[in-house]
Nanobody
């Protein structure tokens, strides 16, 4: 069974930076593509960023140029570096993973991920 544990959230002022981490545990027979999603109060969960097994990345337009996703497979960890944070970035951020044979494909929809973390709260004050 795969478990994902997010960390790094918090309360910051606009313009600040945070780095989210997602540690993955459990058996794997191939590899995982990873993603970050977020859900603000009263809104649907939305795609933020994804990274393929090979390191290809994809970003939502709203965060492009401010957020960077990366992965360290030796540590089974994926990161989301968030810079120039805005109040609109306030949300619960969720890590997602999918066991896949595909090396280059990045998942950007909820349905493309089988495993989810519990989420970490990010609050950005103005």
């Amino acid at each position: 069974q795969v478990q994902l544990v997010e960390s790094g959230g918090g309360l910051v002022q606009a313009g600040a930076s945070l780095r989210l981490s997602c540690a993955r545990s459990g058996r794997t027979f191939s590899g995982y593509r990873m993603g970050w999603f977020r859900q603000a109060p009263g809104k649907e969960r939305e795609f933020v960023s994804g990274i393929s097994r090979s390191g290809n990345t994809l970003y939502a337009d709203s965060i492009k140029g401010r957020f960077t996703i990366s992965r360290d497979d030796a540590k089974n960890t994926v990161y989301l570096q968030m810079n120039s944070l805005k109040p609109d970035d306030t949300a619960v951020y969720y890590c997602a993973a999918q066991d896949t044979m595909a090396l280059f494909q990045v998942g950007r929809t909820i349905g493309e991920y089988d495993h989810w973390g519990q989420g970490t709260q990010v609050t950005v004050s103005s």
